[in-house]
């Protein structure tokens, strides 16, 4: 991975030097099951490529559902904690150090490569205030997409859609597109992150009203807490 132009394009961009070399820690949810997928090696291989380019020896926590027992053994050895319940993605960053400044803030990259839009939604819930938001750094589906090009979410979950309530509060940047495979390994993925400074600049409003997205029990590609604890 890290000889790939792919790889240089991430770690040279100007925009991700800051926010990669500051990292408190690392979160992956639905790689999937590493011993029957490569695309899902490949997607692991990145995190664990960046992780040594910038010297981070943060903890890296993963939880995939349908991991087998080999792919629990195998992150272990590559020095990741399993999260032993499904959260649905409802996890707060880590708060080191305080408050956040624009320059310090030590982010928590939540690594979530094509996982369902309530995941995100979740993870933005669990997220939803000044300080927490400009700690999340977030490397998945692109946010802009659902924003600008795909369907509206789901009429009951609306109230709940945090990947549209902070549209045009995130900044995004594509992944690069010259991944030499075509297994659409890293397609139309994006780095999500917000910047202390517009978000300080939002009215107080814009935080208040934050329901709780109820537990997902409707969606094929994501599997529920309750359907876990059965
Ligand atoms: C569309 S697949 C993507 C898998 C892989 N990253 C890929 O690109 O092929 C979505 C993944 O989310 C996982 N998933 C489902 N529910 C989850 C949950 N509650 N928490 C974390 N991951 C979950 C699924 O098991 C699945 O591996």
Not at 46 to 58: E, G, N, P, W
């Amino acid at each position: 991975m890290s000889t790939l132009q792919f790889f240089k394009d991430i770690v040279e961009d100007e925009a991700m030097k800051p926010l990669l070399s500051n990292v408190a820690e690392i979160v992956c949810y639905g790689i999937g099951s590493l011993a029957s997928s490569k695309k899902c090696q490949e997607q692991l291989s990145l995190i664990v490529a960046l992780r040594h380019h910038f010297k981070i020896d943060s903890p890296m926590y993963i939880f995939d559902p349908v991991m087998s027992e080999n792919d629990v053994k195998l992150v272990a050895q590559l020095g990741f904690t399993m999260i032993t319940n499904n959260e649905e993605a409802k996890r707060k960053v880590a708060m080191k150090d305080g408050p956040a400044s624009e320059a310090g803030r030590g982010i928590t990259i939540f690594y979530m490569p094509f996982c369902s839009r309530k995941l995100y939604d979740n993870l933005l819930w669990a997220n939803w205030s000044l300080d927490a938001l400009q700690r999340c750094f977030i490397m998945g589906n692109s946010f802009n997409r659902y924003n600008e090009f795909h369907l509206p979410p789901q009429e009951s979950y609306r109230p709940y859609s945090y990947t549209s309530k902070a549209y045009g509060h995130y900044q995004e940047q594509m992944f690069p597109t010259n991944y030499p495979t075509n297994l659409y390994t890293f397609h139309e993925l994006s780095f999500h992150w917000f910047t202390p400074s517009h978000l300080q600049s939002l009215d107080s409003n814009y935080w208040l009203s934050c329901p709780e997205p109820p537990s997902i029990t409707d969606d094929p590609e994501v599997v529920s807490a309750s359907s876990q604890t059965q």
